[in-house]
């Protein structure tokens, strides 16, 4: 009876985040799902480890190889390189997420037979592209292998799992004794020390397009341990063994990629590339359009079995579903070697080979010698000769097309010298050399920036080294229109222009509105050095000012007052008025100590003085009647009494008719 086995991180939420929908891959360190990010709604490849690996005393350093597996990713930012996008833990569970990659991987296609020629090429020099990226940024991967090769829908190749990868400065020997990576694909380097370079890498790429060209590994049918064995003491055999129609330059650029000395291989996957690019580009288009025959399944091309890494590597790549490749290959399968097995093996690769196979047996002196005649005695000496010469001629061309006498390095003295002493001293060197320009803030123009291979760095004698010559101080030009633009649009205006923009500073101005540009720090259309850092003076528009006090002041006195704090001045109708004399001010607006700002007009309004009115007519009423009725009508009274106005009646007015109102009448009463 079938059993269903269910792994329970289905339909997990991770973090509250990543929603796993399914397993894709399951390898010695973790296993790979892919899942949906429900914040920003796409798919991602999540890889958790194995939680039986934070246990014990070595799980501390398990999860701190996983966490630097993000990190070292992180820093790399290639289209040939699977994208890390989060890192963290939930709970117990330790996990990444990265990008998601619709497609498979290289072994799917290996499992169908070897690769057309140009398509093998193709496929690592996009791996040597990608690889050249974390170089440069001092990183190596250490595990190149078809399950760390994607193939997207549309045919690009991504370089996932940079689980190994770390610093070149800090990747000196493997701490633990064990040997971490694929076998197969391990540079001798990693075997005998654990050391590791940018040169380890590239073995690994020699090691796989040996694969792709040919469908098999160089060593099959062997244990890993002694696949480990062979990369230490015997050079990786050409492909053409397997596939006689590839070229002697096939054989010869596997051979240099290959070489079990590192400092015989390119420095890094750069050199490499650019070796693989040259390759390629003089091979015939019969070569490049053709495919090794298919090795029978569970054998190679000479009919042995396929070894245990083969066996590995098809059965690892069974267990997981079939669908598309994610950021993680076959997370992180791994074959381990005891370091100490090594122990004894010279780490230059330099290996004392026996001559001699069968011990040397003294014969018996009884024993009568037949002395052979003299012309077998000649063409035994004329065979010898042909030998000689022959092994002569074939380590020649050995020496001079990828041996040591195939290199030279790259003199020393070129940076900072003037480009035709530059390539005066590659001539000498019998170098040839090729010229590019850039911009340099410290270099003189017309002198050397930078080499590249570097000073005392291997090159081949018949390449060519690439001259960086200096265009001195890039210039830029200073856009017009600045001044009394938006600034906003004249920020953008010197970022299109190359420039950087400092912080601006402010200024109050009557007349440029808020937000204009009033001052610029360099000469508008002027050449400046690209990095000029470049201010702007913006208008904060009129200063601000208080309103002073102008109620009761001349109209003139007032004017001038609100002349003096900035402010303008507008006239409303005049008002009469019979405490504010006439052409003084009755009333402004704004009122005293109100905000404001220069140029702002402040509104006046004027005392027209008192209204004429009428004067009313009190003679012959009493005293009292008179003046209700004349402070009725707005006026002031003032009576004068004679006989102590015995009869109490007004005898006389001193106004009448009409009279500003609030002046006094005078009555007399008697």
Excluded at 228 to 244: G, I, K, N, T, Y
Excluded at 275 to 291: C, E, K
Excluded at 319 to 334: F, K, L, N
Excluded at 523 to 543: F, I, K, M, N
Aim: charged residues 25%; aromatic residues 4%.
């Amino acid at each position: 009876m079938a059993t269903t086995t269910t792994d329970p991180q289905l339909g997990r939420l991770v973090d509250g985040r990543y929603e796993i929908v399914a397993r894709v891959a399951r390898g010695g360190m973790a296993t790979v799902y892919r899942a949906r990010d429900r914040r920003l709604g796409r798919e991602v490849a999540v890889k958790i480890m194995h939680p039986h690996l934070a246990e014990g005393v070595d799980g501390a350093s398990f999860v701190s190889r996983f966490r630097r597996e993000a990190r070292a990713s992180a820093r790399l930012s290639h289209p040939g390189v699977v994208a890390v996008f989060d890192q963290g833990v939930d709970g117990d569970t330790s996990y990444l997420t990265m990008e998601y990659v619709p497609g498979h991987n290289l072994r799917a296609e290996l499992r169908e037979g070897p690769l057309r020629a140009d398509r093998a090429l193709d496929v690592a020099a996009q791996v040597l592209a990608a690889l050249a990226a974390a170089h440069r940024v001092g990183l190596v991967h250490r595990d190149v292998k078809p399950e760390n090769v994607l193939v997207d829908d549309e045919d690009r190749v991504k370089v996932a799992d940079f689980g190994l990868a770390r610093a070149v400065t800090e990747v000196t020997s493997t701490a633990t004794g064990t040997i971490l990576g694929t076998v197969a694909y391990l540079a001798p380097e990693v075997i005998t020390s654990g050391g590791c370079t940018p040169a380890t890498d590239v073995y690994a790429v020699g090691v796989l397009l040996h694969e792709m060209l040919t469908g098999a590994l160089p060593y099959p049918g062997e244990t890993p341990v002694q696949v480990a064995f062979r990369h230490v003491h015997e050079d990786l055999p050409p492909p053409s063994e397997r596939v006689p129609w590839l070229p002697a330059e096939v054989d010869a650029l596997l051979a240099s990629f290959t070489a079990r000395d590192p400092a015989r291989r390119p420095a890094h996957a750069g050199v490499a590339l650019a070796a693989l690019r040259a390759l390629r580009t003089g091979l015939p288009d019969d070569v490049l359009d053709r495919t090794a025959d298919p090795v029978v399944p569970g054998t190679t091309t000479a009919g042995s079995a396929l070894s245990p890494v083969d066996e590995a590597a098809a059965d690892d790549a069974t267990t997981s579903p079939p669908g598309p490749a994610v950021g993680a290959g076959s997370a992180d399968d791994v074959d381990e070697i005891p370091a100490a097995f090594f122990a004894d093996v010279v780490p230059t690769g330099h290996v004392t080979e026996h001559v001699v196979t069968a011990p040397t047996t003294a014969m018996p002196h009884d024993v009568p010698v037949r002395r052979p005649r003299r012309r077998r005695r000649a063409a035994v000496a004329w065979l010898c000769v042909a030998v000689l010469l022959a092994g002569g001629g074939v380590g020649g061309w050995w020496w001079f097309a990828d041996g040591p006498g195939a290199w030279t390095d790259v003199p020393a003295g070129l940076v900072g010298a003037e480009a035709e002493d530059a390539q005066a001293a590659l001539d000498a060197a019998g170098l040839a050399g090729r010229t590019t320009e850039a911009f340099d803030d410290e270099v003189a123009e017309g002198d050397v920036v930078s080499t590249e291979p570097g000073a005392g760095e291997p090159v081949r004698r018949d390449g060519a080294v690439t001259l960086v010559v200096s265009l001195g101080v890039e210039m830029l030009t200073v856009p017009t229109g600045l001044v009394g633009s938006a600034q906003r649009d004249a920020e953008a205006a010197l970022e299109d222009a190359g420039f950087t923009v400092g912080p601006s500073g402010g200024a109050y101005d009557d007349e440029a509105p808020e937000g204009e540009v009033l001052e610029v720090s360099v000469e508008e259309g002027a050449r400046e050095p690209h990095d000029t850092e470049v201010r702007l003076t913006v208008s904060q528009g009129p200063a601000p000012v208080q309103v002073p006090q102008v109620v009761g002041r001349s109209a003139q006195d007032a004017e001038q007052d609100l002349a003096a704090a900035g402010l303008r001045v507008d006239h409303a109708d005049p008002e009469h008025s019979t405490e504010v004399a006439e052409g003084h001010v009755l009333a402004q607006d704004p009122e005293q100590g109100s905000d404001a700002r220069r140029t702002d007009t402040v509104t006046l309004t004027l005392s027209a003085g008192p209204r004429e009115v009428k004067v009313p007519d009190v003679v012959g009423m009493s005293e009292q009647e008179a003046s209700d009725a004349l402070a009725d009508a707005g006026f002031e009274v003032d009576v004068n009494r004679y006989l102590g106005g015995l009869l109490d009646t007004v005898r006389f007015q001193d106004q009448t008719g009409k009279a500003p109102e609030g002046s006094t009448v005078t009555l007399t009463v008697w």
